[in-house]
T-cell receptor
Framework: AQSVTQLDSQVPVFEEAPVELRCNYS??????LFWYVQYPNQGLQLLLK??????LVKGINGFEAEFNKSQTSFHLRKPSVHISDTAEYFC???????????FGTGTRLLVSP | DGGITQSPKYLFRKEGQNVTLSCEQN?????MYWYRQDPGQGLRLIYY???????QKGDIAEGYSVSREKKESFPLTVTSAQKNPTAFYLC????????????FGSGTRLTVV
């Protein structure tokens, strides 16, 4: 079975500061990894995904994530956040050959001026 | 533009009533999913369907029912057996292959009055 752990339920940060949202996973088979963003009262939007190849993945809105197989992690980073980045962020995985995504519990990013 | 449409955006239900949430997609995706979202609990899978006329229970199917008569449509009925239906409901779809990830609708907020 696969699982995703997002250790931080909430991350407060000041505008223009860097941020890292942590995601660790568990799986006995190869996985594809995803980060989604959810703004209030909206659905989830895909930020980026890792399928194979380069371990550094760049996504929309200036976000990037690094796949680390040895540490089973897929942390999301942004060098300088904006107020508009305030949202909930979900890490998810699916095992190769399966369609069903497994989600973490989410991390709420709170950006203040 | 292709996408997923959920309706209504807000829905109010009286005690003992059944209500149906609509989910339509024009992405030609085979698989569709229903999630329930409660504060601090992430997304929990209610039902999913990988082909027309077939669907499987997710983690919290009790008190819910679905149908998949057309590829484009996957309505969710919240029955009176669901004791705590107030939540945000998200519909998603995915294409063939696990590297697609999901496309989400904008959600329906259901409130019991």
């Amino acid at each position: 079975a696969q699982s995703v752990t997002q250790l931080d339920s909430q991350v407060p940060v000041f505008e223009e500061a860097p941020v890292e949202l942590r995601c660790n996973y568990s799986s006995s088979v190869s996985v594809y990894l995803f980060w989604y963003v959810q703004y209030p009262n909206q659905g989830l939007q895909l930020l980026l995904k890792y399928l194979s190849g380069s371990t550094l993945v760049k996504g929309i809105n200036g976000f990037e994530a690094e796949f680390n197989k040895s540490q089973t992690s897929f942390h999301l980073r942004k060098p300088s956040v904006h107020i508009s980045d305030t949202a909930e962020y979900f890490c998810a995985l699916t095992a190769s050959g399966f369609q069903k995504l497994v989600f973490g519990t989410g991390t709420r990013l709170l950006v203040s001026p | 533009d292709g996408g997923i449409t959920q309706s209504p955006k807000y829905l109010f239900r009286k005690e003992g009533q059944n209500v149906t949430l609509s989910c339509e997609q024009n992405l030609n995706h085979d698989a569709m999913y229903w999630y329930r979202q409660d504060p601090g609990q992430g997304l929990r899978l209610i039902y999913y369907s990988q082909i027309v006329n077939d669907f499987q229970k997710g983690d919290i199917a009790e008190g819910y029912s679905v149908s998949r008569e057309k590829k484009e449509s996957f309505p969710l009925t919240v029955t009176s057996a669901q004791k705590n239906p107030t939540a945000f409901y998200l519909c998603a779809s995915s294409g063939q292959g696990s590297n697609y990830g999901y496309t989400f609708g904008s959600g329906t907020r259901l409130t019991v009055v």
